[in-house]
């Protein structure tokens, strides 16, 4: 499938020392620049945490946080959409598990009156085909600006 | 037995978002310093520029022991 780099959603990843301060600095960092978060977690290292976001603009995020001395890398994730009822995320992970794809990590959010499930995966493209395959929707790029 | 916490900066090309690299990057650093050292050694990533530079004669070890 040629369209696959429109479901490559631009997360951001930044490492993050555990101590007072690091996720204002990137709270600020983000106010500055006039990105909005649409999402973030803190993912718990030992002694260090990895702040995974998306955001709507994450070129200008990039940019803003590295000039700063913030560590950022862009991991790319895709966004299923799911229907928000009981039974829709065992669908898919059959589905997933069928077709050999191993979850590095994941996560959801109601965006009503459906939902969303971020999946990160290995083989990323490989993971498009097969859950546009399966007659599932992704979102693209678009819905994050 | 003497213990040593060791700050290290993460350059940024070694940085990846799998928590289970980064900690086995931290993990094959101490397992490095063991030997040589003789002594147990934590390392803790920090991110790059935090450590403090000196000018003139660098104070690199702190010794927090009580004898």
Same mark, same amino acid.
């Given at each position: 499938? +040629? ?12 490492? +993050? ?17 006039? !990105? ?7 993912? *718990? ?5 990895? =702040?995974?976001?998306?955001? #709507? ?13 913030? &560590? $950022?890398?862009?991991? *790319?994730? &895709?966004? $299923?959409?799911?229907? #928000? ?5 065992? #669908?898919?992970? !059959? ?6 794809? /191993? ?7 109601? /965006?009503?009156? +459906?939902?969303? @499930?971020? @999946?990160? !995966? *290995? ?10 395959? +399966? ?5 693209? &790029?678009?819905?994050?600006? | ?16 978002? /799998?928590?289970?690299? @980064? ?5 094959? $650093? *101490? ?5 040589? @050292? /003789? =002594?147990?050694?934590? $390392? ?18 702190? #010794?927090?022991? =009580?004898?």
């Amino acid at each position: 499938m +040629s369209d696959h780099g429109k479901y490559r959603i631009k997360q951001l990843s930044i490492f +993050s020392e555990n101590r007072p301060g690091r996720l204002m600095d990137i709270a600020r960092d983000m106010k500055e620049a006039q !990105v909005n978060i649409l999402w973030f977690t803190i993912a *718990e290292g030992s002694g260090y945490g990895v =702040v995974r976001m998306l955001v #709507d603009k994450p070129e200008k995020a990039y940019e803003k946080l590295t000039s700063n001395g913030h &560590v $950022v890398k862009f991991t *790319e994730v &895709v966004a $299923v959409k799911m229907e #928000d009822k009981p039974g829709g995320l065992y #669908d898919l992970t !059959v589905m997933l598990t069928d077709a050999g794809i /191993n979850i590095e990590y994941a996560y959801g959010y109601r /965006n009503s009156p +459906s939902a969303v @499930l971020i @999946l990160k !995966v *290995e083989d990323i493209d490989r993971a498009i085909d097969s859950i546009l395959g +399966s007659g599932r929707s992704l979102h693209d &790029v678009s819905h994050f600006k | 037995l003497d213990e040593m916490l060791v700050r290290a900066e993460l350059k940024p090309e070694a940085f990846t978002d /799998n928590i289970n690299r @980064l900690n086995a990057l931290r993990e094959r $650093v *101490e397992n490095r310093l063991k030997n040589p @050292l /003789n =002594v147990g050694a934590t $390392v803790e990533l920090v991110e790059p520029g935090t450590l403090p530079r000196f000018e003139g004669k660098a104070k690199r070890v702190i #010794d927090k022991r =009580v004898y």
